[in-house]
């Protein structure tokens, strides 16, 4: 099945910085997704990015798809970006993959 | 709110007993998932239901039993679990099982002692 590597693991951020998260993916997908796990446990799909590029508020995603990966900015941090990042990704022949996720901390 | 509720949100139980639990979606979603989340690890699909039936069963152990009543109610009972099964369960529903966008609960973080 497909591969999904997100980098970095860990990342800890003050209040007002910007950051680069990134996936890595082994195959063609036809899906593409970054999710925000909050620290209660709740999943958010943040954008659904196959390919291209995308911006909600302070947050944006570029999918490179040729290349295989793909890049979530956050500008302008704020503690309640705190939590897990997680990209998950779909080929024609299997299911949903997620990544191992980064676990962000942004600090007042 | 994201329209998908698990019930209970912790749950504690021993390698003997027999528990459920419960995830309702409001969005009138025909697709359902089970998800397992353990700590460190990527999240597991583990079964998927479309209009009621089981399409798909990632080898999970006969420890877990899902059941889906109906489009909006899906069941994962639980008995003779192991400690290793201690993790977060999550459910899913997306419009049907070709949507993309899937919407999840909140998580039942089970503790099995």
């Not at chain 1, 003050?14 to 620290?39: I, K, Y």
């Not at chain 2, 999240?43 to 109906?70: G, I, K, Q, T």
Request: proline share 5%; with cysteine.
């Amino acid at each position: 099945g497909i591969q999904v590597e997100q980098s970095p693991p860990d990342l800890i951020l003050q209040e007002g910085a910007n950051s680069t998260l990134r996936c890595n993916f082994s195959d063609s997908v036809n899906n593409l997704q970054w999710f925000h796990q909050n620290p209660w446990g709740q999943l958010i799909n943040l954008f659904y990015i196959p390919s291209g590029t995308k911006q909600n508020g302070r947050l944006s995603a570029t999918t490179v798809a040729t290349e295989r990966y793909s890049l979530l900015y956050i500008s302008s941090s704020q503690t309640t970006d705190s939590g897990v990042y997680f990209c998950a990704a779909e080929t024609s022949g299997s299911r949903l993959t997620f990544g191992e996720g980064t676990q962000l901390t942004v600090n007042p | 709110e994201t329209g998908v509720t698990q019930t209970p949100r912790h749950l504690v139980m021993g390698m003997t007993n027999k528990k459920s639990l419960k995830c309702e979606q409001h969005l009138g979603h025909n697709a359902m998932y089970w998800y397992k989340q353990s700590a460190k690890k990527p999240l597991e699909l583990m079964f998927v239901y479309s209009l009621e039936e089981r399409v798909e069963n990632n080898s999970v152990p006969s420890r877990f039993s899902p059941e889906c009543p109906n489009s909006s109610h899906l069941f994962l009972h639980l008995h003779t679990l192991q400690p290793e099964d201690s993790a977060l369960y999550l459910c899913a529903s997306s419009q049907d099982v070709r949507d993309r966008i899937a919407f999840f609960g909140q998580g039942t973080r089970l503790t099995v002692v």
